[in-house]
């Protein structure tokens, strides 16, 4: 067991699809997916790393908000593997535990979300990052409203050009990537 009481991670962002989380954390194996009441997904996470917007799981508390994700199992090695990537503390995003449904069962999860420092309502996600959320809520196969949305984030380019070709490619594997190809690009 981890620090936070739990091993499973609720990813809603960038890795939603397994492919991505894979290539980062392989020991990773994805349970199902859930949904996390009270909460919305923003893109406006201020990345200390590039200057542009990530997704976050913003707290609203109300009723209707829900922020569809997948909920992974994690090796204890790969859980600071994965703090580390996510920007933990001073890269702005904090870890919160929540008790969601998964299988009918109730089950303690972590995710990462924004610390207010790090909140820039005016940011934008580069357009690669919020095709990684569309692609992977794509094929999770959430709510066809859902997914539109992340496609309608207003994005901008990329302008490392080394970066967004790593990116692309992986955008690229997405869509025929199955779980028995394994965790790299073809």
Not at 64 to 69: Q, T
Not at 75 to 87: H, M, Q, S, T
Not at 118 to 125: M, N
Not at 162 to 178: D, S
Request: aromatic letters at 10%; a negative charge.
């Amino acid at each position: 067991m981890s620090e936070r009481g739990t091993n499973l991670y609720f990813a809603y962002g960038s890795n939603l699809h397994p492919l991505r989380l894979g290539l980062r954390t392989p020991q990773c194996r994805q349970l199902g997916t859930a949904t996390l009441s009270g909460y919305r997904l923003r893109f406006h996470k201020r990345s200390d790393g590039d200057g542009s917007a990530k997704a976050d799981a913003h707290r609203t508390g109300g009723a209707a908000d829900r922020v569809h994700g997948v909920v992974y199992a994690m090796a204890d090695d790969e859980i600071p593997v994965l703090d580390d990537i996510e920007g933990l503390g001073p890269g702005g995003y904090e870890v919160r535990t929540e008790t969601l449904t998964l299988g009918g069962e109730p089950r303690m999860v972590f995710l990462y979300t924004a610390v207010t420092s790090h909140v820039d309502p005016h940011g934008r996600p580069f357009a690669w990052y919020r095709d990684l959320v569309w692609h992977g809520a794509r094929w999770q196969g959430f709510p066809g409203d859902y997914v539109a949305a992340i496609g309608a984030v207003a994005a901008g380019d990329d302008p490392d050009p080394a970066r967004r070709a790593k990116n692309e490619r992986l955008l690229e594997a997405m869509p025929g990537w199955h779980p028995d190809h394994g965790y790299h690009l073809p």
